[in-house]
């Protein structure tokens, strides 16, 4: 179910106008929120980065509109999910970044400039809870 669900994003994603890009931004953060709550010391992730990346994803979910489009059922992200996670998070925050230069009102330009903001900061996030186990490999 991830695969689809990564693919689904990467769809929102390249869409031309804004709201596609945010609704994916909308759609990681409430996944990423999830994640960064499934992350243990039995995982060998940084627990307090994880406690940090769902805060981050959590102001992100709460400033960005919630999509029109459907449900976004919990996606069961596990840990080893992060680096590609952290990867769409990082993609989203490009997208946006080039989307609020075109952006119909200074409303949505304001809204994906502070979700650049926040992506990066959850993004960074998700790979420092990574960390720790990516080095005891």
Do not use: K
């Not at 919990?74 to 680096?83: C, I, M, P, V």
């Not at 900061?121 to 960390?131: E, F, G, Q, S, Y």
Request: proline content about 5%; glycine content about 6%; charged content about 20%.
């Amino acid at each position: 179910m991830t695969t689809a669900w990564f693919d689904r994003i990467a769809v929102r994603l390249a869409e031309p106008d804004i709201q596609g890009p945010l609704s994916a931004a909308w759609s990681l953060a409430h996944q990423t929120g999830y994640w960064a709550l499934a992350v243990t010391t039995d995982t060998g992730g940084d627990t307090l980065a994880a406690c940090g990346a769902h805060n981050h994803a959590i102001e992100l979910r709460g400033f960005l509109p919630e999509p029109d489009d459907g449900d976004d059922p919990e996606t069961d992200l596990t840990f080893a999910d992060g680096r590609r996670l952290a990867e769409f998070l990082e993609q989203a925050e490009l997208r946006l970044s080039a989307a609020a230069a075109t952006a119909a009102t200074p409303d949505e330009a304001y809204t994906a400039l502070v979700a650049v903001r926040l992506l990066g900061h959850t993004a960074a996030a998700v790979r420092t809870t990574l960390r720790p186990a990516e080095t005891a490999r």
